[in-house]
């Protein structure tokens, strides 16, 4: 039996992550000093709320190798093949962290670099898991996932910039020359790094510039999962739903509440779509 295991940063939501056994690493997230388990003792509500009031940018960690040592090791005892998938490499030390746990207890899983975030990461491993209860070999599994992430698609639309300029994710010179434009930003996921796609003026603009960056993707719209997340912004998020649903007819839509880990640098009113 292939087991499925991630770091929380895929902001899955819960009924997803208990109905397919997919075993959850935590990262932590220390705000004002206080350190929270992202997952347990954390929602993302409580979560935006302690940000908001917060002078200072939350800080994220990743699991510890003995963290992940300890999973692949209860895992392993049953002759389970192990399958993990981390946030992307570029944005965080998790894989690093999971490959020196899968040394730790003697190499007994497969680990995967998503070169994703939020539920882009989600969706591969919500898929892993399906493909794992119908039978599919981890062969398979990872072919599937080498091909997902050569054309998966990340848009992130920042409504402020002081977070992710702030944690280091975009230089400083570009989040101030946004921030002098009073501009909203709209990033995009290469090779599991963020770059900035398109600068735009006002909400409405901002929004619908999105829909026509979907729309000029190549791609059968109807095979594929989307993948929505939001810092406290459910309207935006509704709104892309119906949007999406609407013009493309996807095969699913996921929309959830973004957790710490990607939540520190989309900031205030963030969405990130991956598809």
């Known amino acids: 039996m292939i087991k499925i295991v ?10 997803f992550i208990e109905r397919h056994d997919i075993n959850v690493v935590p990262l932590t997230v220390n705000i004002d000093g206080e350190e929270y388990t992202e997952g347990k003792d954390i929602t993302p509500e409580l979560f935006w709320e302690k940000m908001r009031n917060s002078n200072d940018l939350p800080k994220t960690s990743q699991p510890t190798p003995a963290a992940f040592s300890e ?6 005892k049953n002759e389970n093949e192990i399958l993990c ?6 944005l965080s030390g998790t894989f690093q962290s999971a490959s020196l746990g899968n040394q730790l207890a003697g190499n007994p899983a497969t680990i995967f670099d998503t070169l994703s975030g939020s539920l882009s ?44 300029v702030k944690g280091g994710r975009l230089s400083r010179f570009k989040g101030s020359l946004a ?15 963020v770059h900035i796609l398109k600068k735009v003026r006002g909400t409405k603009r901002f929004l ?24 406290d912004n459910a309207e935006d998020a509704e709104f892309f739903k119906n949007e999406i649903l609407e013009r493309f007819n996807p095969k699913e839509i996921i929309v959830n509440g973004m957790g710490p880990t990607m939540g520190t640098y989309a900031g205030e009113g963030g969405i990130i779509i991956g598809f």
Do not use: W
């Open 6 to 15: 991630t770091d929380s940063s895929c902001d899955l939501p819960k009924k």
């Open 71 to 76: 999973t692949f090791k209860r895992l392993a």
């Open 85 to 90: 998938l981390t946030i992307s490499s570029k």
């Open 121 to 164: 990461h989600g969706i591969q491993v919500l898929q892993s898991a399906r493909m794992a209860e119908k039978g599919e070999s981890l062969e398979n599994i990872l072919q599937y996932l080498e091909n997902f992430r050569k054309k998966v698609t990340i848009l992130i639309l920042l409504h402020t910039l002081e977070n992710i």
């Open 179 to 193: 921030k002098l434009l009073n501009v909203k930003v709209i990033l995009h996921g290469v090779k599991g790094e």
């Open 208 to 231: 619908n510039e999105t829909l026509k960056i979907m729309e000029e993707i190549p791609g059968i719209m109807e095979k594929k999962i989307f993948g929505i997340t939001h810092v």
